[in-house]
């Protein structure tokens, strides 16, 4: 009886697949390196004439095929693609007319091309051609927020030429809950560094505590990470304290998630916090989608906004003052960029944090140059400059007033807008880029100025990719620090009044809910920034 029923189940399933299915079509796709022919792995989306989204697969049983699949319709947000080993990849198609586009991380050109497929199979190479090579100037990306399988980040990694990513393999969303106990992740942590090749590698041991529920109720504080740390945490928070002490003695590095969760400008006090995301888990490949969400900017910030609420350029403009808030506060925040992809439409390392390392690579050296500041983000154009001779996140100890030189270029595979110097959080010098076009089809702009520091400051800059579509693709290098004898780094009154009314707000709206410990945390941050509040300008 059993082997009746089943001879019959299979009829039905050849007869629906027979009858219901359209006919398809193989196409067989190949990507190679333009210059040197060698296959590349990359990132890969098919779409039909119709509008629909298709996968590929790899045709190498050597190789390996990651698909991604998310779909945000409220806000046109579609992140639909297979990210490919170096290996020929194949799709089983419908008869018709498709989009390929191919890309690989930052550095190459991506291709888009159209191809039909017909009742015999189509074999078609694609060739992405470089615009710079970042690792032969010494210069190493990673994505320090990730939300991607640990079984498939060594394909991601190598699609998107990320040299260091750091997946959240421990994360906890409820108030004083061990990360061991409540993991939301699924899968061991090795505990170990996974090295994909020399120059491509896998932090796994890093932690996430995001918080929504306090004891048994919906109370967003919101999420800070951990990375690089050597054992598992079983502590929760709040308070944080513990989990500082014990990320300072494993040489991990405290990263601020969203600037604008409820209880992030109190860490950033009393952490006090590593790193800052200039390019967060907000700022995607697709649209932009997020108009309003969690704390809102200050008056003085003037955000750009539309009908829908901010812009995407207000969103990154949002970012990039709240963090010079704090730099002028002097809080030395070094910048970082994370996708969490895996949660969001956008793929791993869109956003991505670049750290030099002129004597080759090591994930040791990275970490260092990381918590240094001796970078730049970027979520297009590549930045390199250096203060007299210096590179970014140098400080200027004991140094005199006076006369400083900016020099060094900005590059992008599309013509750049506008190149900003930013001094203690506002824009003291736009430079016109010049936008020389590079033999590899690229364009380049000189930075070449002089600036009259007489205080102690910061020193960054900036630049913003020309996109008829106001689509706003950046970089932003790491802060250099001028510490000028008896002239202290002095805060505007609006930024810091700006921390100050935050941190107050999270008291009032927390005080009934956090333990005592956590609430004096607070009040330590509130009174850090009463004391800086004294010397504004």
């Known amino acids: 009886m059993y082997t009746q029923l089943l001879s019959i189940g299979i009829a039905v399933l050849f007869a629906a697949s027979t009858l219901g299915e359209e006919p398809k079509t193989r196409l067989r796709g190949e990507v190679d390196d333009a210059a040197t022919g060698k296959p590349l792995a990359a990132r890969v989306y098919i779409q039909g004439a119709d509008g629909k989204w298709h996968h590929a697969r790899t045709a190498d049983p050597r190789g390996s095929a ?3 699949d998310k779909n945000r319709p409220e806000s046109k947000s579609v992140e639909i693609h297979t990210t490919l080993s170096a290996h020929p990849f194949v799709a089983d198609l419908p008869p018709g007319t498709y989009t390929i586009t191919i890309e690989r991380g930052k550095e190459y050109h991506p291709i888009t091309q159209q191809v039909k497929v017909g009742a015999e199979p189509v074999t078609q190479k694609f060739e992405l051609r470089r615009w710079i090579d970042m690792a032969a100037r010494g210069w190493y990306s990673g994505d320090t927020h990730v939300h991607r399988l640990l079984s498939e980040t060594p394909n991601l990694i190598a699609a998107e030429d990320i040299n260091v990513a750091f997946p959240l393999l421990h994360w906890v969303q409820d108030a004083f809950t061990s990360p061991i106990k409540k993991n939301l992740v699924f899968g061991d942590d090795p505990g170990r560094l996974i090295e994909v090749d020399p120059t491509h590698v896998i932090w796994p041991r890093n932690t996430e505590y995001e918080i929504f529920v306090v004891g048994n109720q919906r109370h967003t504080l919101g999420a800070f990470f951990v990375i690089n ?18 990320t300072r003695r494993e040489g991990g590095l405290i990263e601020m998630d969203k600037h604008n969760w409820p209880w992030s400008m109190a860490l950033a006090a009393i952490m006090p916090i590593d790193l800052f995301e ?3 888990n907000h700022i995607w490949r697709t649209e932009f989608a997020f108009r309003g969400y969690g704390e809102q900017p200050a008056e003085y910030m003037k955000i750009e906004r539309d009908a829908k609420g901010w812009t995407e350029w207000g969103w ?3 970012g990039f003052q709240n963090y010079y808030a704090l ?9 970082t960029a994370g996708t969490a992809s895996g949660v969001h439409p956008v793929p791993l390392g869109f956003g991505r944090v670049y750290v030099n390392l002129p004597d080759g690579f090591s994930y040791e050296k990275w970490v260092k ?33 006076g006369e400083f030189r900016l020099t060094g270029s900005a590059m992008s595979a599309v013509p750049l807008q506008r190149i900003e110097v930013v001094i203690n959080g506002e824009v003291a010098r736009t ?7 590079t033999k590899e089809a690229a364009f380049e702009s000189a930075i070449d100025a002089k600036l009259q520091i007489d205080d102690s400051s910061w020193v960054a800059v900036r630049c913003f990719e020309d996109h008829a579509n106001k689509r706003m693709r950046f970089a932003h290098c790491g802060p250099f620090h001028i510490e000028v004898a008896g002239e202290p780094l002095r805060p505007r009154k609006a930024e810091v009044d700006y921390l100050i009314s935050r941190v107050e707000e999270q008291i009032r709206r927390s005080a009934e809910l956090l333990p005592r410990e956590a609430i004096d945390e607070y009040r330590e941050a509130l009174r850090i920034y009463r004391e800086i509040a004294k010397t504004a300008r």
Do not use: W
């Open 66 to 68: 990651v698909n991604y």
């Open 229 to 246: 740390h050597k054992t598992p945490f079983e502590e929760g928070v709040p308070p944080v304290a513990p989990i500082v002490r014990k």
């Open 278 to 280: 200039l390019s967060n």
């Open 316 to 318: 990154i403009d949002f």
């Open 327 to 335: 730099l002028d506060c002097g809080l030395r925040l070094r910048p």
């Open 369 to 401: 140059g990381l918590n240094e500041g001796c970078s730049f983000v970027t979520t297009g154009p590549m930045l390199f400059v250096q203060l007299n001779g210096q590179q970014p996140g140098h400080i200027f100890k004991g140094a005199k007033a």
């Open 431 to 437: 430079i016109k880029p010049e936008n020389r076009k």
